[in-house]
């Protein structure tokens, strides 16, 4: 079946630093795969996605390319702030035979950024 | 647009009582999907429903059901509570347009707290 794995977290990092979380997936078909970000006390929203193979998704200095060669959606951002501090999940989505996608998350990562 | 809404935010139950959540999506949107959210098991995903049909079910007891009614609208019940279900609840809500291209929308959830 479809999986997705993450780093582990917690990752700390300080303000400014670059920011890397790695997610690598395994899937029956042609996922789009996506970012999504959940702050303290809230629900998870999208952070980016990407749809095919070379793709790159950005969105709030963040970015991620759909590599299918290494089956890899990474996230990156070049200089984080403390605002950038919440919990991140990779995820996939496949078509079924049904003609239904079907969502699959990663465990997520915790990032704190300190001043 | 209206965001997706979860009622009630809070709850607190005792074990053995059952217990409903409700879940309306974005307008227009007709899949709904629940996932629990616990800090040692992460995110899971409980069911997902599509136009009143339960499309996908997760690896949880039958003490956990849902449904969906005719205008999208979702609940999902808890029936003889026990402490381990206390746990983020989250609701999503997608287009499915059946390509497996579309983003899942979140509720803020309901922290559910089982004494």
């Known amino acids: 079946g479809d999986s997705v794995t993450q780093m582990e977290g917690p990752v700390t990092l300080s303000e400014e630093a670059f920011l890397t979380i790695n997610c690598t997936y395994t899937?029956?078909?042609?996922?789009?795969l996506f970012w999504y970000v959940q702050y303290p006390g809230e629900g998870l929203q999208l952070l980016l996605k990407?749809?095919?193979?070379?793709d790159k998704g950005s969105n709030k200095g963040f970015e991620a390319t759909y590599r299918k060669e290494t089956t890899s959606f990474h996230l990156e951002k070049g200089s984080v702030q403390v605002s950038d501090s919440a919990v991140y999940f990779c995820?996939?989505?496949?078509?079924?035979?049904?003609?239904?996608?079907?969502?699959?998350f990663g465990t997520g990562t915790k990032l704190q950024v300190i001043p | 647009k209206a965001g997706v809404t979860q009622t009630p935010r809070y709850l607190i139950k005792t074990r053995g009582q059952q217990v409903t959540l409700s879940c309306s999506p974005i307008s227009g949107h007709r899949s709904v999907s629940w996932y629990q959210q616990t800090p040692g098991q992460g995110l899971q995903f409980l069911f997902e429903?599509?136009?009143?049909?339960?499309?996908n079910k997760g690896n949880f007891p039958g003490r956990f059901s849902g449904r969906q009614f005719s205008n999208s609208r979702s609940e999902m019940n808890v029936s003889t509570l026990e402490l381990g279900d206390s746990a983020l609840y989250l609701c999503?809500?997608?287009?499915?347009?059946?390509?497996?291209?579309?983003?899942?929308?979140f509720g803020p959830g309901t922290r559910l707290t089982v004494t």
């Open positions: 429903y599509f136009s009143e049909t339960q499309r």
């Open positions: 999503a809500s997608s287009l499915d347009r059946g390509q497996g291209l579309d983003e899942q929308y």
């Open positions: 995820a996939l989505s496949d078509l079924r035979s049904g003609g239904y996608q079907k969502v699959t």
């Open positions: 990407a749809t095919k193979a070379d």
């Open positions: 899937a029956t078909g042609y996922p789009s």
